[in-house]
C-alpha cells in the first residue's frame, strides 16, 4: 500500500507536498537540524488523530499480509501487523533529535533494512495468488519492482488506485464470498472485473491515462535483472 489508501483519512499524499518531500533527505537532515525536525513536527501534526479507513479495517479483517510504505501506522491501528518499508515517526519526546533518527522515518539515502523482507515476502507468492496494490504510485522504484515480483512469481496483480476504501472492501468482500463458493477458482478475475465496472462508472473512457488507471496490470520488466541491481536503499 501508498499514500493513496491513507488519503481517505485525510493525510496528504507526498506527491501533493513536494515542499516536504524535497526535505527528506538524510543530506539535509544531517545539515539542517532545525529544519528538518520542523518538517517532522508538520508530518506528525498531519497524521496526530488520524484514523484508519475501511481500507485499512478491510486488510485487517481478512488477515490479507500487508506490505506498506507509509509512516501513519495506520495499517497497526486497524489491526494488521504490517512490514512497514519507511518505518514510522519519531515519539513526541524524539521530537529535539529527529535529525538523527534512523527508521523514523526511512529518509532517501537511508539504508532500508526491511526491502529485503519485502522482496522475500512477495517471491513467496505462488499461480492464483493475488497482489492488491492499493493507492501506490509508479514513482517509488520498491514499489515498481514489488509489482514486477509478483507477476514474475505468478500472481495476479489487481491495483485500487482511487477512492481505496470503498473499492478495497468490495474487492476483499467480493473475493471473500467467491472463494468460498463451489468453483471459484476464478473468483479473483471476477472481483477486478466488479472494481472494473465501478471505476468505469466514475470515469469517462476517454480520461483514463496509462498511468492513472485505478485497475492495471503492470508491464512485464527483467525482474531478475533489476532485483540483482537493487541495494537496498530508499
Same mark, same amino acid.
Given at each position: 500500500?501508498?499514500?493513496?489508501?491513507?488519503?481517505?483519512?485525510?493525510?496528504?499524499?507526498?506527491?501533493?507536498?513536494?515542499?516536504?518531500?524535497?526535505?527528506?533527505?538524510?543530506?539535509?537532515?544531517?545539515?539542517?537540524?532545525?529544519?528538518?525536525?520542523?518538517?517532522?513536527?508538520? /508530518?506528525?501534526?498531519?497524521?496526530?488523530?488520524?484514523?484508519?479507513?475501511?481500507?485499512?479495517?478491510?486488510?485487517?479483517?481478512?488477515?490479507?499480509?500487508?506490505?506498506?510504505?507509509?509512516?501513519?501506522?495506520?495499517?497497526?491501528?486497524? *489491526?494488521?501487523?504490517?512490514?512497514?518499508?519507511?518505518?514510522?515517526?519519531?515519539?513526541?519526546?524524539?521530537?529535539?533529535?529527529?535529525?538523527?533518527?534512523?527508521?523514523?522515518?526511512?529518509?532517501? *539515502?537511508?539504508?532500508?533494512?526491511?526491502?529485503?523482507?519485502?522482496?522475500?515476502?512477495?517471491?513467496?507468492?505462488?499461480?492464483?495468488?493475488?497482489?492488491?496494490?492499493? *493507492?501506490?504510485?509508479?514513482?517509488?522504484?520498491?514499489?515498481?519492482?514489488?509489482?514486477?515480483?509478483?507477476?514474475?512469481?505468478?500472481?495476479?496483480?489487481?491495483?485500487?488506485?482511487?477512492?481505496?476504501? /470503498?473499492?478495497? /472492501?468490495?474487492?476483499?468482500?467480493?473475493?471473500?464470498?467467491?472463494?468460498?463458493?463451489?468453483?471459484?477458482?476464478?473468483?479473483?478475475?471476477?472481483?477486478?472485473?466488479?472494481?472494473?465496472?465501478?471505476?468505469?462508472?466514475?470515469?469517462?473512457?476517454?480520461?483514463?491515462?496509462?498511468?492513472?488507471?485505478?485497475?492495471?496490470?503492470?508491464?512485464?520488466?527483467?525482474?531478475?535483472?533489476?532485483?540483482?541491481?537493487?541495494?537496498?536503499?530508499?
Amino acid at each position: 500500500t501508498g499514500a493513496g489508501i491513507s488519503k481517505q483519512s485525510n493525510i496528504p499524499t507526498f506527491m501533493e507536498r513536494p515542499d516536504v518531500r524535497e526535505k527528506l533527505f538524510r543530506t539535509f537532515a544531517e545539515h539542517h537540524h532545525e529544519a528538518y525536525n520542523e518538517v517532522i513536527r508538520e /508530518l506528525k501534526a498531519n497524521m496526530n488523530g488520524a484514523e484508519p479507513n475501511d481500507a485499512h479495517f478491510a486488510l485487517a479483517e481478512y488477515k490479507v499480509p500487508v506490505i506498506t510504505m507509509n509512516i501513519d501506522g495506520l495499517h497497526k491501528k486497524a *489491526g494488521s501487523d504490517a512490514l512497514e518499508l519507511h518505518g514510522g515517526l519519531p515519539e513526541d519526546d524524539e521530537m529535539d533529535k529527529a535529525w538523527a533518527l534512523h527508521n523514523k522515518p526511512v529518509l532517501y *539515502g537511508d539504508p532500508a533494512p526491511n526491502y529485503v523482507k519485502a522482496y522475500e515476502r512477495t517471491a513467496e507468492l505462488k499461480p492464483g495468488d493475488v497482489f492488491l496494490v492499493i *493507492g501506490c504510485s509508479y514513482h517509488t522504484a520498491i514499489a515498481c519492482d514489488l509489482r514486477d515480483v509478483a507477476k514474475h512469481a505468478g500472481a495476479k496483480v489487481i491495483e485500487i488506485q482511487e477512492d481505496a476504501a /470503498l473499492l478495497c /472492501l468490495s474487492f476483499l468482500n467480493r473475493l471473500g464470498g467467491k472463494v468460498g463458493e463451489e468453483g471459484g477458482e476464478g473468483a479473483e478475475e471476477d472481483a477486478g472485473e466488479d472494481i472494473g465496472r465501478v471505476v468505469d462508472k466514475k470515469k469517462n473512457a476517454g480520461e483514463r491515462d496509462e498511468h492513472c488507471r485505478n485497475v492495471r496490470e503492470p508491464a512485464d520488466f527483467f525482474v531478475a535483472e533489476r532485483q540483482n541491481k537493487r541495494c537496498g536503499k530508499a
